[in-house]
C-alpha cells in the first residue's frame, strides 16, 4: 500500500516561507506512471489544488499561486516538497500531499493521500 | 473552471437513496472524481471518470454524467456514508473542486 507522510513546521510567521516535505513509502518518486500533487483545505472550506511535479522536475501551478510557489522531487530521498513564500494569513490551512494516477491520455485522479498537515501563518 | 455542487448540505436517514450534484461551468466530457471526506482525514476517491468505481468502493456509490452535468448516487446510505463529499475535474489546469457537500444525519 502506498503511504505518503507530510512533514514541515505547523506554525509560519505572515511574510515568511511555508515549506512541507512529503515522503513516499512502497513506491518510488522516480516513476513515469503518476506524479505528484500538493491540494490544501483552509479550515472549514472546500479543497484547493496548489500544483503538481513530475519525475522529471515539469511543474503545473495555480495561476493564484504560481509567483509565490515551487515544488521539486528528491528521489535520493524518495520525498517532493513545496515552497510558498510570503505567505499571509490566508494561506492558514490543512495541506494534502496526494498521488496523481491517469486513467487515460488527459484524465488524472488522486489515488493516494497524505494525512494531512495543518499550517497556521500567524505572528 | 467552475465546479458547483449541490445541495451544499443535506439530511438523509439509513436506507436512503441519496443523489448530490456537481455542475461545471463549461464542458469537461467526463474528467470528473468524486471523493469522500470524513472530519480529520484526507479525501478518498470513490469514482473516476465520471462513473468507474475505484477498487473496493461499495457498489451503492455510482456515478453519471458528461460535459458540464454530473451525479453522486448513494443508493441506499450505510451509518458509514455520513460525510462530505468533493467533487473534482481533471480536464484542464487549474484542475479545481466543488466547494463540497456535506451529507449528515436525519
Known amino acids: 500500500q502506498v503511504q505518503l507522510q507530510e512533514s514541515g513546521p505547523g506554525l509560519v510567521k505572515p511574510s515568511q516561507t511555508l515549506s512541507l516535505t512529503c515522503t513516499v513509502s512502497n513506491d518510488s518518486v522516480f516513476s513515469a506512471d503518476h506524479y505528484w500533487t500538493w491540494i490544501r483545505q483552509p479550515p472549514g472550506k472546500g479543497l484547493e489544488w496548489i500544483g503538481s511535479v513530475f519525475y522529471s522536475g515539469s511543474t503545473y501551478y495555480n495561476p493564484s499561486l504560481k509567483s509565490r510557489l515551487s515544488t521539486s522531487v528528491d528521489p535520493s530521498k524518495n520525498q517532493f516538497s513545496l515552497s510558498l513564500t510570503s505567505v499571509t494569513a490566508a494561506d492558514t490551512a490543512v495541506y494534502y500531499c496526494?498521488?496523481?494516477?491517469?486513467?487515460?491520455?488527459?484524465?488524472?485522479?488522486?489515488?493516494?493521500w497524505g494525512q494531512g498537515a495543518l499550517v497556521v501563518v500567524s505572528s | 473552471i467552475q465546479m458547483t455542487q449541490s445541495p451544499s448540505s443535506l439530511s438523509a436517514s439509513v436506507g436512503e437513496r441519496v443523489t448530490i450534484t456537481c455542475r461545471a461551468s463549461?464542458?469537461?466530457?467526463?474528467?470528473l472524481n468524486w471523493y469522500q471526506q470524513k472530519p480529520g482525514k484526507a479525501p478518498k476517491l470513490l469514482i473516476f471518470?465520471?462513473?468507474t468505481l475505484q477498487n473496493g468502493v461499495p457498489s451503492r456509490f455510482s456515478g453519471s454524467g458528461s460535459g458540464t452535468d454530473f451525479t453522486l448516487t448513494i443508493s441506499s446510505l450505510q451509518p458509514e456514508d455520513f460525510a462530505t463529499y468533493h467533487c473534482?475535474?481533471?480536464?484542464?489546469?487549474?484542475?479545481?473542486f466543488g466547494q463540497g457537500t456535506k451529507l449528515g444525519i436525519k
Open positions: 473534482q475535474q481533471s480536464n484542464s489546469l487549474p484542475y479545481t
Open positions: 463549461q464542458t469537461i466530457s467526463t474528467s
Open positions: 496526494a498521488s496523481a494516477h491517469y486513467y487515460d491520455s488527459s484524465g488524472h485522479y488522486y489515488a493516494y
Open positions: 471518470a465520471a462513473s
